[in-house]
């Protein structure tokens, strides 16, 4: 149980095209959903927490009109990376609260943009 | 916001040997959670332990509240045991997790 999955896994795009990233709890309800990104060699970073019904709350320095998130049904969120630019490029993955307050984590997609 | 530290960074480590990952955190927690990356990214939960001592075959942990830390140990380590292991921690129930820097295992044959 509490599997989360990530769609797609990777791609690459253009600079100044707009993707999308999907994350699904697959065997759960989630009210609350998280989104991380992970440069190589580093950490994860948070950028936002997602809310079913409600607005994201984005960290310090992450640009809420570039990094769209919508929380839409307790087993969705999106978040959409609008016009796309090379430093963009990094692993974005997101998480969820399971039963228990433990948290389970997307297998990640990797972003490249040319 | 919350601090939280792992040490060593890097870890080489021959087949069978054992070792100790340490988390140090800065505040209380609700939440403490011990990760293995995979060389493909994915993030496997090996221990929820925001208190206590858990084992898991060849991996057990213990969080020490009070003390603000929590240890991994890896005993009889495994070439496929290599890899990031991070902690993280979070403040309140619900709340997003915070990670550590992370601790690179290489275990070789």
């Known amino acids: 149980g509490a ?18 990233i999907e994350c699904r709890s697959l065997d759960f309800q989630a009210t609350t959903m998280f989104w991380y990104r992970q440069f190589p060699k580093q950490s994860l970073m948070l ?10 709350t984005y960290e310090q320095g992450v640009e ?26 990094s692993f974005y993955i997101c998480s969820a609260v399971g039963q228990g307050n433990e948290q389970f984590f997307g297998p990640g997609t990797r972003l490249t943009v040319l | 916001g ?5 040490s060593p960074p890097d870890l080489i480590l021959q087949e069978g040997a054992n070792s100790t990952l340490r988390c140090n955190f800065s505040d209380s927690v609700n939440n403490l959670q011990w990760f293995h990356q995979n060389p493909w990214g994915q993030l496997i939960n090996l221990f929820y332990i925001p208190s206590g001592t858990k084992q898991n075959g060849r991996l057990s942990a213990t969080t020490v ?6 240890l991994l140990y890896i ?7 290599s890899g990031v292991y991070f902690c993280a921690v979070a403040r309140g129930a619900g709340t997003a997790l915070i990670f550590g820097k992370g601790t690179t295992l290489s275990v070789s044959s």
């Not at chain 1, 989360?4 to 896994?9: E, F, G, K, N, Y």
């Not at chain 1, 990777?10 to 600079?15: E, G, T």
């Not at chain 1, 570039?66 to 963009?88: Q, R, Y």
């Open chain 1, 3 to 20: 599997v989360v999955s990530q769609h797609p896994s990777w791609v690459i795009c253009k600079s100044g095209t707009s993707v999308k």
């Open chain 2, 75 to 81: 005993s009889s380590s495994q070439t496929t045991d």
């Open chain 2, 2 to 6: 919350i601090q939280v530290e792992q």
């Open chain 1, 64 to 89: 809420k009109d570039k990094f769209l998130i919508n929380h839409a049904s307790l087993t969705l969120s999106t978040l959409t990376v609008t016009s796309a630019h090379p430093e963009d490029s």
């Open chain 2, 65 to 70: 509240a009070t003390e603000r830390y929590s």
């Open chain 1, 47 to 56: 950028m936002a927490t997602s809310n079913e019904g409600s607005k994201a």
